[in-house]
């Protein structure tokens, strides 16, 4: 090793080891070198970060020892111990892999895709397979052939995003199908724009010290922050969790009311040891209806507010007290029956709203729901009519379980990302946007309903979208096989496709159901950097390579570079930047955007040190210009008002989503509702307490920490258990119509009667490739169906699902879900 390169390793590791203490970022350099020396015998210490938080790394002999989080992380998640185990998954893609038939016998159909059989190929090979595929796919067919839509959470760090990359480099070949929406607020998104002018779910809320010192009754609904806050969508901080210890204290001291509204006692529930309203799964706008109604009748809601800062209410009325629509009035008695909550306590509640200060909060599982509009929109109504929106530590939240929200933000600008679009007057390769009538964009959980019904039309936000005929997919670093619905649909779609490539560093059920297989490798095997706290924005964190790229795995800047280079648009696509210049460009201008309020240092001091602070933030009030003047801070609905009633929504005419917010049936539903006969159980399959949807799954370690016999856990009420024969610790067959899946029961006093629980996420393993394999490990999906949640927003209806489950008899078949392909050979 040379001199300059130990010193700079020396110098990297001394300052960006151990950057970070307590309330400050940074550390001082003499603390860093005394805890942290390349030359000591154990290792080299190196900074990075995570969706789980930042980190320290110990790295000796090229390979990661241990990992610990920075010091400044006052709340570490515990997730930060699987991350030695996505790096050293046996699920790691290895090579490139090219599926069997396909291959060999050159079979574009897929009646056996699915089965796991592979053949190692070379990256030339497989490359140019890839680009073969994009070639006879815009020659023989069009860009309505080729679906590069599918995007989901990635790996943080803005340079590395893998959606981009994998988007660029196929836009500069040709053009592609598209989505819109994601499958996290699909409904939510969609609704609340036409309500409160803006998503609302991606919205910086009102700042967590506001909350605490106004609110007097803060209502968690359907909302868990204490779980959900472990994770970011950038490098996560953790800092919510310190207003989380004040809001318990000040529970325990009587000067803040918190509810929880859910049909299970949560998390955050028993953390901040609250109040609990349980109400029938799905059953929310029943409930919120009987509220609304308490509060009209009752003349308890704000008449000013609605007046001054709403519009619509007098069209909602009508319906409240069963002059319009389906004739039935929304009382209390009304609801009762349908959410499970008494009349008197709907009535009580209501009072209590509008008592003190009140501070709603939503999480997002409501509205992954068939008609999960309803609730969100319900949500705004009685806002209103509570009438402190714009006030501190009053109004609605759709927010505050997601990436630190809450924690006051700085201000600053982050820094970009690597583009994802083709440069401004450069045209792809297949320059032709023919589409055959075909939609060029469609709604993100229709994608399965375009390869099984293509040329169908259907009814979203306001506009018809005609499905494409997909003959190939492209995926790169999303796990559609996780976030989707119907697992056995999902294996009659793919057998229709031509081609499927994954980009992907883990043999996911995506790559299982794939033809060319590309691995990348990880975020730990490459440099980047990343904004430190999504919402709080507190500072700049420099993400530096822990180890050289696993097996064959590759960056995925480099497999594309690779694959532009086939086209003769390398250059183009990487502008003539290599990762570290690009990380220079990024910064700098991160820099200059930030030069006026927070000083930066230059690029390679930045590196060294391993982060920069942008310090404390100020407090922020949702909705508070708005409130102060309606009419110079408009909100961004059509009228500038809160629309109680949409005119816009009124006009399209949907069967259910109308003019205002309604209770409308479910297909399925729990407690009585339909479907609950055969399938008495609703199954929720809300976000997992121990990974990131699916991500962290396949850490074997860590996997092994939560697992009932080697199977995704099931949650199941105790005297349900009982009915059932099963115990804690047996193995578990939940089913319907739709599918069948094993996992290990968890019998707890959590779950009310009738309601059990397996985390999204879980990896789908199934017995073999047939329709309606069992799957092995407890994959929800596996049971839920895929259906629209409206003709409005057209996203997921997870949460609608009815199931039943029994004690598994017989030989436990073993776990298919992890450890790779079946390799059956090489490429000669």
Excluded at 464 to 488: A, E, Y
Aim: with cysteine; proline share 5%; charged share 25%.
């Amino acid at each position: 090793m040379s001199l300059s390169r130990r010193k700079f390793l020396k110098g990297l590791a001394t300052t960006s080891a151990a950057s970070v203490i307590g309330p400050s970022l940074l550390m001082q350099a003499a603390r860093a070198a005394e805890e942290v020396s390349p030359y000591a015998s154990d290792g080299v210490w190196k900074v990075s970060g995570s969706h789980w938080g930042a980190f320290r790394a110990k790295i000796y002999n090229g390979k990661v020892q241990e990992i610990k989080p920075l010091e400044f992380d006052k709340y570490p998640t515990d997730m930060l111990k699987g991350i030695k185990g996505i790096i050293y998954s046996p699920s790691r893609v290895r090579y490139p892999m090219v599926r069997l038939e396909w291959l060999k016998k050159h079979k574009y159909s897929g009646d056996t895709r699915g089965d796991n059989r592979f053949i190692r190929v070379t990256w030339d090979e497989a490359l140019d397979l890839f680009y073969q595929e994009l070639e006879r796919i815009q020659k023989d067919y069009g860009p309505w052939a080729i679906h590069a839509g599918q995007t989901g959470w990635r790996q943080t760090g803005q340079f590395h995003s893998c959606g981009n990359h994998m988007q660029r480099a196929v836009a500069m070949h040709g053009n592609f199908i598209k989505k819109v929406g994601d499958y996290s607020t699909g409904a939510g998104q969609t609704i609340l724009p036409y309500v409160l002018g803006s998503t609302e779910v991606y919205a910086q809320g009102t700042s967590w010290p506001d909350i605490l010192e106004n609110s007097k009754t803060i209502v968690l609904w359907a909302n868990d922050p204490i779980k959900n806050t472990q994770v970011g969508w950038q490098c996560e901080t953790h800092g919510s969790y310190a207003y989380y210890e004040q809001l318990k204290d000040k529970i325990a001291k009587g000067e803040i009311k918190v509810i929880s509204i859910d049909p299970v006692k949560s998390k955050s529930q028993n953390y901040f040891n609250c109040d609990q309203i349980y109400v029938n799964p799905q059953s929310d706008v029943a409930f919120m209806l009987g509220i609304a109604h308490t509060l009209y009748k009752e003349e308890l809601y704000d008449k000013k507010f609605i007046e001054t800062y709403a519009l619509g209410f007098n069209e909602f009325v009508p319906y409240l007290e069963g002059k319009s629509k389906d004739k039935v009035e929304k009382t209390p008695e009304w609801a009762e029956p349908i959410c499970g909550v008494k009349a008197d306590e709907i009535r009580e509640f209501a009072r209590l709203l509008v008592k003190d200060r009140t501070q709603l909060i939503f999480g997002w599982a409501i509205q992954r729901q068939q008609h999960g509009e309803q609730p969100y929109w319900m949500g705004a109504v009685l806002a209103a009519m509570i009438g402190q929106v714009g006030l501190p530590g009053g109004g609605v939240s759709y927010s505050h379980h997601y990436s630190g929200v809450g924690i006051p933000p700085t201000g600053a600008s982050g820094p970009g990302g690597f583009p994802r679009n083709v440069d401004e007057g450069k045209k792809p390769k297949w320059d032709n946007n023919d589409f055959k009538g075909y939609s060029s964009t469609i709604p993100v959980a229709r994608w399965v309903d375009a390869i099984l019904e293509p040329g169908k039309e259907i009814r979203y936000n306001g506009n018809k979208v005609i499905l494409p005929d997909t003959k190939m997919l492209v995926v790169s670093g999303c796990n559609p096989w996780h976030h989707h619905q119907d697992r056995n649909r999902m294996k009659t779609a793919f057998q229709k496709l031509q081609t499927v490539v994954t980009i992907e560093f883990a043999w996911t059920a995506t790559c299982r159901f794939s033809d060319i297989v590309l691995p990348a490798c990880t975020q730990f095997e490459r440099n980047d950097i990343d904004l430190y706290g999504a919402y709080s924005a507190s500072g700049i964190l420099a993400m530096h390579k822990l180890v050289d790229p696993l097996y064959q795995s590759k960056t995925d800047f480099q497999i594309f570079t690779e694959l532009c280079e086939r086209f003769g648009r390398a250059k183009e696509y990487t502008r003539g930047m290599n990762e570290m210049e690009w990380l220079r460009q990024l910064y700098g201008e991160c820099r200059e955007a930030n030069k006026a309020n927070f000083e930066m240092p230059e690029f390679d001091k930045f590196w060294q040190d391993g982060v920069v602070e942008f310090g404390e933030g100020k407090n922020f009030v949702r909705h508070a210009a708005f409130r102060e003047d309606p009419e110079i801070n408009p909100l961004g609905t059509p009228s500038g008002f809160i629309e109680i009633f949409s005119r816009k929504i009124d006009r399209f005419g949907y069967e259910h989503c109308q003019g205002h917010p309604m209770w409308f049936e479910k297909s399925e539903r729990s407690h009585g509702g339909p479907g609950s006969g055969k399938y008495p159980i609703w199954l929720q399959s809300c976000h997992p307490d121990q990974r990131l949807h699916s991500q962290m799954c396949e850490s074997e370690e860590y996997r092994a920490t939560y697992t009932v016999q080697g199977r995704e856990p099931v949650y199941i009420n105790p005297e349900d258990a009982k009915e059932r024969g099963v115990s804690d610790g047996d193995i578990v067959r939940v089913y319907n119509d739709r599918g069948q899946l094993l996992a290990g029961a968890k019998v707890s006093d959590n779950y009310p009667r009738g309601v059990i629980r397996i985390h999204e996420g879980a990896w789908y393993g199934p017995l073999n490739e047939k329709i309606g394999a069992i799957d092995t490990y407890g994959d929800p999906n596996t049971l839920t169906q895929d259906i629209g949640s409206s003709e409005l927003a057209q996203a997921t209806s997870a949460n609608t699902v009815v199931v039943e489950f029994e004690k598994f008899k017989g030989e436990v078949p073993p776990v298919t879900s992890f450890g790779g392909p079946i390799n059956v050979g090489e490429s000669s």
